[in-house]
């Protein structure tokens, strides 16, 4: 039993710090744009399919992983000047944009759809074997993601407290009249915070495909482990929702042994109910 748990446990951590990345996203898209974003899933799905696509034709994972970010990152500045710029610009209420980006999530994903097919798929990549811990099996992937994220948090830490763009975002998430007022390049920020975001959720979805299967539906069925990262570690946090992600991958995961792995989802649906109930704030306070 006690080797099971920590096994549950390490799969947590693995599959928790994948949510974070994608949960930084997300959380700062609504930080700054307030937009809730129900197309981020989807775009986590297709830096997976842009991995697949460039590994494919033999280019090396890490490098596809690169690219992809780079795709995913062109994807959604099209949908800021197609879609949310445009929205902005109207005032559109949050309802309007919540419907608008689930319409947007049923593009993105039925395009996969189309291009690809719906069958699962996996990278080319060579077979490795899983390290042995105590009796706890620890895929070399798993280690290989949760470094990487690790990495990515770390640079978005000096970027958002020692950077002046960093400042900026943080002025923006506070008063976006007033930072407009005071000189702030508004658009600039807004550009940094999909660079950001597309890149984040880019490498999450490569990484989930990189521990799972590549499928098309792998970005929907996060969603709801998402919002609820970023509704419990506080709106606007990207600090809360990595150690909001962290928690719920975690009691996902070890909730199998009692429910099995077909209630995982409501697992993260339960927390995020729990959490608008106590504390609707969130573990941590909303800013950035």
Not at 24 to 47: E, K, M, Q
Not at 55 to 70: C, Q
Not at 108 to 133: C, E, H, K, M
Not at 245 to 274: D, F, P, R
């Amino acid at each position: 039993m006690n080797t099971q748990l920590a096994q549950l446990i390490v799969n947590g951590i693995a599959v928790g710090s994948i949510i974070a990345l994608a949960a930084v996203g997300l959380t700062l898209t609504y930080g700054i744009l307030r937009l809730s974003n129900f197309a981020h899933g989807d775009f986590l799905t297709l830096g997976a399919y842009l991995t697949l696509l460039v590994n494919t034709v033999g280019v090396n994972i890490w490098l596809s992983m690169v690219l992809a970010a780079v795709g995913t990152v062109a994807m959604m500045l099209v949908s800021e000047k197609l879609l949310w710029s445009r929205m902005r610009n109207l005032r559109a209420t949050s309802t309007t944009l919540i419907i608008i980006s689930i319409g947007l999530a049923l593009f993105l994903r039925n395009g996969i759809i189309f291009i690809w097919g719906g069958r699962n798929q996996n990278y080319d990549v060579p077979v490795t074997s899983a390290l042995d811990f105590f009796g706890v099996k620890v895929p070399q992937n798993q280690l290989l993601v949760l470094g990487l994220a690790i990495l990515a948090i770390l640079a978005l830490h000096l970027l958002l407290q020692h950077t002046k763009i960093g400042k900026a975002m943080r002025a923006v998430a506070d008063d976006l009249d007033l930072a407009r007022v005071s000189g702030i390049n508004v658009d600039r920020v807004i550009f940094w915070t999909w660079l950001i975001a597309g890149t984040l959720t880019s490498l999450g979805g490569s990484m989930y495909g990189l521990i799972t299967a590549v499928r098309p539906n792998m970005g929907w069925f996060l969603i709801l482990p998402l919002f609820a990262s970023v509704i419990l570690g506080g709106i606007g946090n990207p600090y809360g929702a990595i150690i909001a992600a962290l928690i719920i991958g975690i009691a996902q995961e070890v909730s199998t042994i009692w429910l099995g792995s077909q209630y995982k989802q409501a697992i993260a649906l339960l927390i995020m109910i729990l959490v608008l109930l106590i504390r609707p704030k969130g573990l941590f306070k909303g800013t950035i």
